[in-house]
């Protein structure tokens, strides 16, 4: 019994099969989305916390490294305009920005997809005096770091839409504000988004 050629054949079959399931990712991708967020902020020498809901969006652009490895820049923003930094205060306007480098692991041949990231990261905090006047603004530059668990379902060959659950860490440093002064600031902003996704 002659098996040379039924091998092949089998193996031909099998191959096929795993390149239909092979998601689409070649070249240069491009993904954009936004989502609702929850940020905490805290300080290194005080047990005071600050949290609020708010807003996130995002836009990545990146390259294709393996089957199983995206690399891409990303720059993530999260807005808030109810966070209190001080009792009766719920009038300032909170805004984080992270600009990095991520990396998208997909494990298995599926859209499942772990990601994470370093980056410049930046924030922003606008106040209305009390008395009346123009907006005052402080901000704070540091390090952003990104990381969570994402899925693609494809729509067609070449697009997704892409369901992720982040948190991004920024180490914005000293920020002084105008009722205080709050000592090495870490806004963490845990959000859920959906993109879609070009690849």
């Known amino acids: 019994m002659r098996t040379g050629p039924a091998l092949l054949v089998l193996a031909a079959l099998l191959a096929a099969g795993a390149e239909a399931q092979r998601p689409h990712r070649a070249g240069l991708w491009i993904e954009t989305g936004g989502g609702v967020g929850y940020v905490r902020i805290a300080s290194s020498g005080s047990t005071n916390v600050t949290s609020a809901p708010g807003s996130t969006s995002y836009l990545t652009v990146g390259v294709l490294l ?55 990261a930046q924030g922003a905090f606008t106040f209305t005096p009390t008395g009346g006047g123009a907006p005052i603004t402080v901000r704070g530059t540091g390090v ?37 002064r709050i000592d090495d600031m870490i806004a963490s902003v845990y ?8 690849r």
């Open 191 to 198: 959000h859920v988004t959906i993109g879609l996704t070009i």
């Open 144 to 180: 952003g770091l990104n990381f969570g668990a994402g899925y693609d379902l494809k729509v067609s060959r070449k697009i997704a839409l892409t369901a992720c659950v982040c948190a991004d860490i920024a180490g914005i440093g000293d920020v002084v504000l105008p009722s205080t």
């Open 66 to 120: 393996s089957d199983n490895v995206l690399l891409g820049i990303e720059n993530a923003g999260f807005v808030d305009d109810m966070l209190g930094f001080f009792r009766g205060d719920t009038s300032s306007l909170a805004e984080t920005w992270n600009l990095g480098v991520v990396v998208l692991w997909y494990p298995w041949r599926s859209g499942l997809f772990a990601k994470g990231g370093v980056g410049v």
